[in-house]
């Protein structure tokens, strides 16, 4: 029996979705933690403690596991309450291994190890050697002396227990009104042995955005090289040109005769710039999201439509790699509000200037865009799954 708790909120990872449904290499953070168990002829059922059971089951459905039975179970305010959860649904196991559902990287081969030390002690968790010095620290940084690192080592998890032992720990715990760390550290408490096995490097628990960037480096390399799971979506956006219209594009109100028709103030800029950044992060188009049938978005601003649609990509855990614009028009010549169009588009995004390019293109005489009827604009976004940007 294997419990995954995964009920906290994931505060540190820098996103509106909890850390555990996150995307990474395309599927939620927790169904990839799921795997290994799924892989293991060992393992004949699973308890997930969520904050939701049934949205949780919803979210994963497509990425459960066809051989193992899988129960959701409602988790509690900390972590010990939740393990505790899970453990009460757990009737009938004799051996209970309990891991972070933050923890993807986990082996069948670790699991094993831990079950063994678990079925031969009663306890067992998987331990990593310190490699660097220890510092000791007082309350206002100063040094205070060096720890011997051979006395030390970093727990990590599934953790495995029998049934009763852990139950026992619990249960103390509970009644002292004692809060651990982890479960073997309420093991010890009731002067039970816990077993050291072989920890696993790669075995990293996910809590902030530069977890998730290291986790998809782990996820997609190999043959010696290593590549980052990034997305691309393409968006284009054309509007005719009308008299006594204002022609705001990328922010930005650039003086002309003429201005693209449009619901909004038809920024085609910030429309195709939207359309890019939600294809790369496979959500719905601008025009589902903020429909021309909604009188809610007449002559609304497209740079708040823009910074709307962001907020959702943000939610779903991406950041901004980079994002490319062209704008093909006759006239009016761009290139004097490049700058500001550029500055405007990333105040939205709340990244460097750097990370936008604009460029303005003419018609040539060619098509609607040289024969000065309408403007278009074309744009390339790519996406960071996971990693948190913060303009300077």
């Not at 009938?92 to 002690?121: C, K, Q």
């Not at 309350?139 to 032992?165: H, K, M």
Request: with cysteine.
């Amino acid at each position: 029996m294997a419990i995954l708790v995964a009920a906290g909120r994931g505060l540190r990872a820098g996103s509106a979705i909890p850390k555990q449904f996150r995307p990474l290499g395309g599927m939620p953070l927790l169904a990839l933690s799921l795997r290994p168990f799924a892989a293991c002829d060992e393992i004949r059922q699973m308890i997930l403690v969520v904050p939701d059971p049934e949205e949780a089951r919803r979210q994963l459905s497509k990425w459960l596991p066809s051989r193992l039975p899988i129960d959701f179970v409602r988790g509690g305010e900390t972590r010990q309450a939740s393990t505790g959860a899970g453990l009460e649904a757990a009737a009938g196991a004799s051996l209970v291994l309990v891991h972070d559902g933050v923890r993807p990287f986990i082996t069948p081969e670790l699991i094993r190890r831990v079950l063994s030390g678990a079925a031969e002690h009663g306890a067992a968790v998987p331990l990593l050697p310190v490699q660097e010095t220890l510092k000791k620290v007082g309350p206002e940084g100063r040094v205070l002396g060096t720890a011997p690192r051979g006395e030390f080592a970093l727990a990590q998890t599934p953790q495995g227990f029998r049934r009763e032992i852990l139950e026992a720990a619990l249960n103390r715990a509970g009644s002292e009104g004692y809060e651990g760390t982890d479960e073997a550290e309420l093991v010890e408490r009731l002067g039970r042995p816990v077993a050291r096995v072989e920890g696993l490097r790669e075995n990293i628990k996910i809590t902030t955005p530069e977890d998730f960037l290291l986790a998809e480096v782990l996820l997609t390399r190999g043959r010696g090289e290593v590549t980052v799971n990034m997305r691309i979506g393409i968006g284009y956006d054309v509007h005719p040109l009308v008299p006594g219209r204002k022609l705001v594009l990328g922010g930005v109100e650039i003086p002309h005769p003429c201005g693209p028709a449009g619901h909004s103030d038809g920024d085609l800029v910030c429309h195709a710039a939207t359309d890019a950044l939600l294809g790369a992060a496979g959500l719905s188009d601008i025009g589902q999201l903020f429909p021309d049938s909604d009188l809610a978005f007449r002559n609304a601003s497209s740079l708040d439509l823009l910074a709307r649609g962001w907020a959702r990509i943000r939610e779903a855990g991406f950041s901004l790699g980079n994002l490319d614009l062209v704008v093909v028009a006759e006239e009016p010549i761009l290139s004097p509000h490049i700058e500001a169009m550029r500055e405007k588009i990333a105040g939205t995004l709340g990244c460097e200037p750097g990370q936008i390019g604009i460029k303005g293109k003419r018609g040539e005489g060619l098509g609607f865009e040289g024969r000065r009827e309408g403007m278009a604009a074309h744009a390339v976004a790519l996406l960071v799954p996971g990693a948190e940007v913060r303009k300077t």
